[in-house]
């Protein structure tokens, strides 16, 4: 983050576009406000970042193809760093 913005500009507003949500919509509510919650940060506040709660979006991934080519590329690097790729399926 220490690259993120200049000191002599005004904040950096990042907006957010979530997958669905799987949960009750007071939780999603609670965790979209420690996203917002963010920018009392130091470190986020020194390197001029900014999170509101209006750019933050909740969408259906499967209706955008460049998500879900970042859905599968996410995917691989998850099996991949956590070594799913060593574990043995039980009968082989």
Known sequence: MKFA???DRPAAG???YF???PDTAEKCLA???FVTGLNQNSEWRRAG????QDQLAEIDSKEH???QALDLVL???QF???DKHKEKPEGI
Do not use: E, T
């Open 49 to 52: 970042i900014s999170i509101r």
């Open 14 to 16: 990042i907006r957010i």
């Open 65 to 67: 193809d460049i998500l």
């Open 5 to 7: 913005g200049l000191p």
């Open 19 to 21: 997958d669905k949500l």
């Open 75 to 77: 995917g691989a690097m």
């Open 80 to 82: 991949r760093l956590n």
């Open 31 to 33: 965790f979209k406000g």
